[in-house]
Every structure is written in C-alpha cells, then in structure tokens.
T-cell receptor, first 112, second 116 residues
Framework: GEDVEQSLFLSVREGDSSVINCTYT??????LYWYKQEPGAGLQLLTY?????DMKQDQRLTVLLNKKDKHLSLRIADTQTGDSAIYFC????????????FGSGTRLLVRP | EPEVTQTPSHQVTQMGQEVILRCVPI?????FYWYRQILGQKVEFLVS????????KSEIFDDQFSVERPDGSNFTLKIRSTKLEDSAMYFC??????????????FGDGTRLSIL
C-alpha cells in the first residue's frame, strides 16, 4: 500500500546543515514534495521534484531522490532559527486524482 | 503571490450539528482537494474534485461529507451531523492541473474544527 515514513525529530545548531529524510513505498509516484508547517499555520510548499530527476537545488534547499531505494531527502544549508518548523514529505500518486500521501512530519529544532 | 484562502480559521460546533468549511482556491486552478489532520496524526486525503465532480474520495469521506463548488470561486466541504472524532484541522488545496505534467498543490492555512 501507499506509505510515507519520516523520522520524527531533528535538532541542529544554527548555521549547520539540516538533512531530513523520507522513504516512500509507491513506485508509481510522479512528484515528491516537501511542505513546511509553522505552528498554527498551513502547509507551505517548499519544493518538489519529478520522479525522473535525482536532484533539485533551490537556493538553500537541495532535494535528493534515490528512486531505486525510494528515498527522498531535503538538505537545508546554513539553517536559521526561522527554519524551525515541521517538515512534511509527500508523494503524488499517479491515480485518478494525483492525491498526496503525507509522512508524519519531521520536527526541526534549530538551536541558537 | 496568489494563495488559497479558507474560512473560518476556527469553527466550534456542537456534536450533531452541520458545518460548512469554505475555501477559495487560486483563480486559474482546476483541481481541488480537501485533507484533514487530526491532532498529532498525519495529513490525510479526503476528496478530490475536478470538472464539477468528485474524482476520488477516501474511505473517510462517507455519506456524512459532501463537497460543492457553488460558484466560480468557492469550494466547500459540508459535514452533516458532526461527531467528536471529526475534530481536526481541515486543509483545502488546489492545483493548476493534474495528470501528466501535474502541478503542485497549494494549501490554505486550514480551518480548525472543534466538536463539543
């Protein structure tokens, strides 16, 4: 079945890089997404990658996709305290509606 | 930048009452979705909507739920006879297109529904 797994918590020091990992099960995924959720707020689209790509870079964000292992990662360079939030990995399933299947979210805490 | 807007931000309702959650998707988007997030749990897909009809619904989306696009801008989720377990954050999302070449879904800030 469709499932997306993430580690629950990551703590880094300000200025370091953060790497958030995600694994998924559905090989028919078309796009894989990273969303950010700050306390009390909605889901902010950070970046996404098409399943035939293996890397995408967007300013401080780098997404790596290993399709063979069904592993996705999000690297945040020079992590800032404002990056503290919950990060959700999601896959878009190539079925009738391209619904998103979300992971449980990784809470990133950036220590000053 | 265009965004998805949801109202109200917080809705408190007595068990058994009906609620309508409202969403205004991004104006040129054609695909609309509702998701929910029970406190401490994953974001779950409820329903997708395209061309004025439901294209897919999850097991959660039973006869208690309905969606409607009453005009060219609003997209609503109605929950009849609410239950305690309907308490959750409800997110609306929209995308420009689906299928091959699908565009990412953009989410609203959510409506927190509290059933008493």
């Amino acid at each position: 079945g469709e499932d997306v797994e993430q580690s629950l918590f990551l703590s880094v020091r300000e200025g370091d890089s953060s790497v958030i990992n995600c694994t998924y099960t559905d090989s028919s995924s078309t796009y894989l997404y990273w969303y950010k959720q700050e306390p009390g707020a909605g889901l902010q689209l950070l970046t996404y990658i098409f399943s035939n790509m293996d890397m995408k870079q967007d300013q401080r964000l780098t997404v790596l996709l290993n399709k063979k292992d069904k592993h996705l990662s999000l690297r945040i360079a020079d992590t800032q305290t404002g990056d503290s939030a919950i990060y959700f990995c999601a896959e878009s399933i190539a079925d009738s509606s391209y619904k998103l299947i979300f992971g449980s979210g990784t809470r990133l805490l950036v220590r000053p | 930048e265009p965004e998805v807007t949801q109202t109200p931000s917080h809705q408190v309702t007595q068990m058994g009452q009906e609620v309508i959650l409202r969403c205004v998707p991004i104006s040129n988007h054609l695909y609309f979705y509702w998701y929910r997030q029970i406190l401490g749990q994953k974001v779950e897909f409820l329903v997708s909507f395209y061309n004025n009809e439901i294209s897919e619904k999850s097991e959660i989306f039973d006869d208690q739920f309905s969606v409607e696009r009453p005009d060219g801008s609003n997209f609503t989720l109605k929950i009849r006879s609410t239950k305690l377990e309907d308490s959750a954050m409800y997110f609306c999302a929209s995308s420009e297109r689906g299928g091959v070449g699908t565009q990412p879904q953009h989410f609203g800030d959510g409506t927190r529904l509290s059933i008493l």
